[in-house]
């Protein structure tokens, strides 16, 4: 089953004071992978917000492994882990340049109707899109990368 994977490199406005990547930008690197998920399935936030719903965040959580540094590249897998009738759990994993788990994470996302601001329930063909993005938290090494989600 796919998962959507991306390549980032660390830039000098990544970095904290100490000189490693920022824990803010792990969150801005889930929003890149969000809409990257959005895109592949054929449901493109600009799509989306023109037909009346919204995809909305209600929590995140990351757990850091170890520090990625200013001009290493990272690698970026994500998939979803839970699909329900108006929400989703999203897994993310950050790998330094050697394939080493740098960060894991996870979001829980709902849909929104933008007039009433209530959680709006995907249809079958919508819910279908995202079914080949939905599955087991296991790496090929067999490692367990799910994190805890409610």
């Known amino acids: 089953m796919p998962k959507i994977t991306f390549e980032l490199q660390v830039y000098p406005f990544d970095i904290d004071f100490i000189g490693h990547v920022n824990n ?8 890149i992978g969000r809409t990257k998920l959005l895109e592949a399935i054929g449901m493109p936030i600009q799509e989306i917000v023109q037909q009346g719903f919204a995809p909305v965040l209600v929590e995140t959580n990351i757990v850091y ?24 759990i999203m897994q993310f994993c950050f790998y330094n340049q050697q394939r080493i788990l740098a960060a894991q994470g996870w979001q829980k996302g709902l849909f929104v109707d933008k007039q009433t601001l209530r959680p709006r329930r995907l249809g079958s063909e919508e819910r279908s899109l995202f079914l080949p993005y939905v599955h087991s938290s296991v790496d090929a090494q067999g490692t367990n990368l799910l994190i805890s989600a409610p």
């Open 24 to 31: 803010s930008v792990y969150i801005q690197w889930m929003e």
């Open 65 to 88: 492994k170890t520090p990625l540094y200013l001009g290493e590249c990272v690698q970026v897998e994500m998939w979803i882990s839970q699909l329900k009738n108006a929400s989703a």
